[in-house]
DNA sequence: ATCAACGTGTACTGATCGGTTAACTCAATC
DNA sequence: GATTGAGTTAACCGATCAGTACACGTTGAT
């Protein structure tokens, strides 16, 4: 299988967990969606644990390079680019798809902090957390650190209440917290 | 069977839940793990559905009286009783057994809107924002509605990093988000 | 003593779970 | 042209899934 295959493989797999979750897909609906046999993807993955995580591993590659990009696309200052990540978050609420964070998800259904998908679901988190840690140094914030961790949380509760009430007017309530931390 | 028989049944059907996750957790272990047979749980509940959704209840009407129990302990105001909900939080988060919010897992695992899990999680949100508001109003604040909300925001944040981070720190960030925006 | 009604547990259903076996295809090498 | 080896497939593995059929023991009424 050439790494074009294989890729095609992750992302298709992605999307079948994203939409059904990970319990709820198996390896023969994985299979028969992505048309490629469960003797192929055994090749590649030795379990359905390491599918999962090369699908996590991607969907961070996707989701930290659109968000940041999206920040900077939208502001030019440090400051304006953190409440800018609202607004990109607005944008994705409103996508048919969405079905809120995947990495939530995964750490709710692997709740096992052993378990490298739980690991591998918080480092995430943790990765997000540092560019806004980032920013709020390069804004003069006075305390980075904590700044990021309290804009981290409205982001978190922003996507859990935006997914479970099907709506995405969470994303306002959000950023007009954001803008009071931001300002103070 | 009993309706202390078929109450056991819901608590412990609880625990296994909320600490396998509902789809990792099947009816033979349900059976196994309460000492009541299949037969005699399929005679209380038509399908796994019916006892998640009698699973939800039990846990809806638990949490709510124990954290508005709490919030009423800790402080007299209704402005104090929202900032004390992030002290409850926090005692939850400490907790041995704390495995983040069982109705978010629920929503994460029963994505459907049409599902009817799907829709008993939001309606344990939407209960517990109409308390924040009551609150809200009391307090006298500008907007009780985005208060609320606001402060529902934070609070999910708090238990969703809280869970994935094996740490309660997050409490005491929320806490300070909304220490601000009662303030204001 | 007999019978009916009920609650319960054993053992089963077909389907699906994650994962594997063995046969097959086909291009590259000698 | 025979051989090899990587990539593919259908068929299968035992275990478990949600849910059910049925036999059994107990109970209360007659």
Redesign the pocket.
Known sequence: ??QN?RADLIRKALLLFYRNG??????????RET?????????????????ILAVLRLRDENFRNWLFRRMEELADTPQGQLLAMFDALEEWFHEDGFKGCMFIKASAEYQNPNDAINAQSYAHKRMLVDHFEALATQARADDPHVLARQLLLLKEGAIVIAAMSHSPEAAREAKSVATLLLSS
Chains 1, 2 share one sequence.
């Open positions: 299988m050439s295959k990970f319990h709820a897909t198996g390896m023969d609906l994985v299979a048309g490629v046999s469960k003797t192929s993807i055994y090749k590649h993955f030795r379990t359905k644990e390491e599918l």
